[in-house]
Structures are given as C-alpha cells and as structure tokens.
C-alpha cells in the first residue's frame, strides 16, 4: 500500500478545454482540462493507505508484476476479500483523492488525457458482456500510469468497485477509473447503477485501510 496525505477537495472546478467525441458523447471524453483546477469549497484533510495496485490474483509459475487484475468479482465479494487481509474498500471520496492527488488533476497523470500513458482507449472491444475481449494489462504494464502519491492504474485496465458513503444496500456500490474502453476514464467521474452483485470481466477493485 501507499500513502495518502493531504488535503482533499470535495467541490472541484474542472474546466474541459476541448472535447473529444461528437454528440451526443460529447462530454464523455475530455483531450485537455484548465489548469489548475480551482477548489470551490474548503478542503479536508485526508489520510488513509491505498493499494499500490489494482487486486490481482497470482498466477502460478509466473513473477508478480505478470499479475493480471482480478476481474468477475462483485461488489460484496470485493469488500470481503479486502477485509480478509484486514483492509477494506475504499470510500469514494479516498479513491478520488488517491486518484487526483492535491493538484485535482481529472487524470492521474495530469490534465491532458493521454492513451499511452494508462490502458484506456482501446476500440477492439469485440462484443458486449462475455463477448468482450479481454484486454486487460499485467500490473507493471504501464508504469506511467501513476497518481502523485504512487498508486498505479487508477483510470483504464479495470473498473474498480468504491463505497458510496451514506448510502445503504443495495445501493452502497459505485465504480470508479472505467476500464480499457473509450469511456469515463478520469479521476471524478462514476457509475453507480450497478448493484452490489454485479459481476463482470472488466471490473476489478483495490483497498483501501485506515493508518494506525
């Protein structure tokens, strides 16, 4: 795990420049956001550890970094799996900081968005639900694809399951960073239609754990 220290913004000013897709996608896909982003209300101070990198399963005879982000798990399965190792799933609130870091940044990388840095952007997605390709990268693949405070693969490789906070089951589930597609993937931005049991090969999680 990681570190994460600072103050934190709940209200943030991020102003796209130029958007990528024509309508009606339009504001799905920003290339570039004002900077620096402005925050409109007053910050909180943060401090809680993150998983350096998605969850990922071992696979026999191979090195960690070869390690693929565990995909097919639930939102219920998720939390469980995280408070087996004395963890837990991280609040929305955390994963975006964890994310942006103190400079709000809409990527972890900055505000350019840039498909060589992280694994998103990709459009031979093959077919919806168990048609879909696979396109997940191992772990070290994209070393680049870094927030300020070292958690990596954050946005792009694979959805990754949040806590909303104050909500109740079934609807405590959000999912943040999106995945290899064309999509959602920055630092603020969410889907929380999904229930608790969804289950699906682009979506994965990390933890998240209080400092003692």
Avoid at 88 to 98: D, I, N, P
């Amino acid at each position: 795990m990681v570190l994460v220290d600072g103050d934190y913004c709940p209200d943030a000013d991020q102003t796209c420049l130029k958007w990528i897709d024509p309508p009606p996608y339009q504001n799905l896909r920003c290339a570039e956001f004002a900077s620096p982003a402005k925050c409109k209300v007053p910050r909180q101070h943060r401090r809680f550890c993150v998983d350096r990198n998605e969850y990922a399963e071992p696979v026999a005879g191979a090195e960690a970094k070869d390690a693929l982000p565990a995909v097919n798990k639930s939102w219920t399965e998720a939390k469980s799996l995280c408070e087996v190792r004395g963890a837990r799933l991280c609040k929305e609130t955390e994963w975006e900081f964890a994310c942006e870091g103190p400079d709000m940044k809409p990527y972890p990388y900055g505000f350019k968005r840039d498909s060589t840095l992280c694994n998103h952007d990709r459009t031979d997605l093959g077919g919806a639900e168990e048609k879909l390709t696979d396109h997940r990268a191992p772990i070290s693949a994209f070393p680049a694809c870094v927030s300020s405070f070292g958690a990596h693969d954050m946005i792009g490789n694979v959805d990754e399951w949040v806590e909303r906070e104050g909500q109740a089951a079934p609807h405590r589930s959000s999912l943040r960073g999106g995945w290899w597609l064309p999509g959602r993937n920055r630092c603020r931005a969410a889907t929380t239609h999904h229930e608790e049991t969804y289950a699906a090969k682009q979506v994965g999680f990390r933890c998240c754990a209080d400092v003692p």
